[in-house]
């Protein structure tokens, strides 16, 4: 393993484009209710991100998205600097312009794609290496051609290039040199970064499940002072209780005036955990993916839909929704049933589009339903009719031992 690095000189004051109005905070819980401005127009927090990797979700048009009530969706750097390229995109001035999007955008690093899709990558202190998926070459992703791609999509919120392994990997020393190697490349990244005035950069605390190092991380990248936060290196395969220490070991530690953005995560349990351990910010693939398998998200868990029990089942998805696939019901019309569903979800994209809005719709209606309960300081009561009407035979041990951490008892 290559010797340790010195840290870099304290990089430049970071401007920012965002404003953080911090509305309510659970008198119980860590939940905090806010509304985060951005150049695209106000976030309420919290908030779910859906990810549309290559600047589309899949199967849904930009005005669909929006009227699922979207705010905020994530773009993937690493696929949009291949295709269609920056060349593209600093012709056409960026992703919002490219995708026909009026809403606020997150861009990734790319550098997580890097280490998860590519088995040829390499890490260095210079960067990531790795082949193109495309035809072989040899190429390079430092913090700066990073922040340089990032710059050229334009998204509202930027992140920086991080050193990423599995939370599961026994070898602590790696996870070290990991962890204090993106403190380093945040430095770089704040120094490259050119369009501070209107994108904000976000540091990622990274340490694995080792407290110590993500308490060292959390007090590094504070020093920093970047616009807003993440909590990076999770959704790897651990165990859930001992994400959920790690969430909380380090939301205690941040800003009170900063967004804090746990990443990767997007169960629904996992959400209403995260925000009462005083988490803001969430993406995740898993809501259109299931989608695409023919499942939808209902307050009791998932439908499959592909499932023979629901080919005479006339109802909506959920009679308590008010996604566009499920509403024209609820409102008298025809509407959109379980049966037609179950007929042309595994034989028509339509159906996997249909369903794509209902999750994406329930995702942001959680956290719109989840922030309601905040500035009503009834958080507590809420998170406990989520578990009961989810698990009524009693919740995970692990969802359990989180909520009681701070102060509720779930059944």
């Known amino acids: 393993m290559a010797a340790e690095q010195p840290p870099h000189q304290m990089p430049r004051p970071m401007l920012s484009a965002l404003r953080f109005d911090l509305l309510a905070k659970c008198s119980t819980t860590k939940a905090r209710a806010a509304i985060l401005h951005l150049p695209h127009g106000p976030v309420p927090l919290p908030i779910f991100m859906p990810v549309a990797t290559q600047a589309s979700l899949k199967g849904i048009t930009p005005e669909q998205l929006a009227d699922q009530n979207c705010k905020l969706c994530l773009n993937n750097t690493y696929h949009l600097g291949l295709k269609p390229g920056q060349a593209v995109l600093d012709k056409i001035g960026g992703a919002h312009k490219l995708q026909g999007w009026e809403g606020n955008i997150l861009t990734d690093s790319g550098g997580f794609q890097m280490v998860s899709l590519l088995k040829l990558a390499k890490v260095t202190e210079?960067?990531?290496?790795?082949?193109?998926?495309?035809?072989?070459?040899?190429?390079?992703?430092?913090?700066?051609?990073?922040?340089?791609?990032?710059?050229?999509i334009g998204s509202d919120i930027i992140m920086q290039l991080d050193d990423v392994i599995a939370t599961t990997s026994p070898d602590d020393e790696r996870m070290t040199e990991a962890m204090r190697r993106s403190v380093r490349w945040l430095d770089?990244?704040?120094?490259?970064?050119?369009?501070?005035?209107?994108?904000?950069?976000?540091?990622?605390?990274?340490?694995?499940?080792?407290?110590?190092?993500r308490r060292e991380c959390c007090g590094e990248m504070v020093k920093r002072d970047t616009p807003g936060i993440a909590i990076g290196g999770l959704s790897g395969g651990e165990e859930k209780d001992a994400y959920c220490k790690v969430?909380?070991?380090?939301?205690?530690?941040?800003?009170?005036?900063?967004?804090?953005?746990?990443?990767?995560?997007?169960?629904?349990?996992?959400?209403?955990?995260?925000?009462?351990?005083?988490?803001?910010?969430?993406?995740?693939?898993?809501?259109?993916?299931?989608?695409?398998?023919?499942?939808?998200?209902?307050?009791?868990?998932?439908?499959?839909?592909?499932?023979?029990?629901y080919a005479n089942d006339f109802t909506s998805i959920d009679k308590d929704c008010k996604c566009t696939t499920c509403r024209s019901q609820s409102e008298g019309g025809l509407g959109i049933t379980r049966a037609y569903l179950h007929h042309i979800v595994a034989k028509e994209t339509v159906g996997a589009h249909l369903l794509t809005m209902h999750n994406v719709f329930y995702q942001l209606d959680l956290m719109r339903r989840a922030r309601e309960a905040i500035l009503e300081d009834r958080?507590?009561?809420?998170?406990?009719?989520?578990?009961?009407?989810?698990?009524p035979g009693g919740a995970p041990e692990w969802a359990k031992e989180a909520l009681g951490s701070v102060g509720v008892v779930v059944p």
Request: proline fraction near 8%; charge should be neutral.
């Open 188 to 213: 770089r990244c704040i120094e490259a970064h050119k369009k501070p005035e209107s994108q904000n950069l976000f540091c990622i605390i990274q340490g694995g499940l080792n407290l110590k190092l």
């Open 379 to 391: 958080y507590p009561d809420f998170v406990k009719e989520f578990f009961e009407r989810l698990y």
């Open 126 to 152: 210079e960067g990531v290496r790795f082949l193109s998926p495309h035809d072989g070459t040899p190429m390079l992703l430092t913090p700066e051609h990073s922040i340089s791609l990032q710059n050229s």
């Open 247 to 309: 969430v909380n070991e380090c939301t205690g530690l941040l800003p009170e005036r900063k967004p804090r953005y746990v990443m990767g995560v997007g169960y629904p349990e996992d959400l209403v955990v995260s925000i009462a351990l005083g988490a803001d910010m969430f993406d995740c693939v898993w809501p259109t993916r299931t989608a695409r398998f023919g499942n939808a998200i209902v307050p009791s868990g998932t439908l499959n839909l592909r499932n023979a029990v």
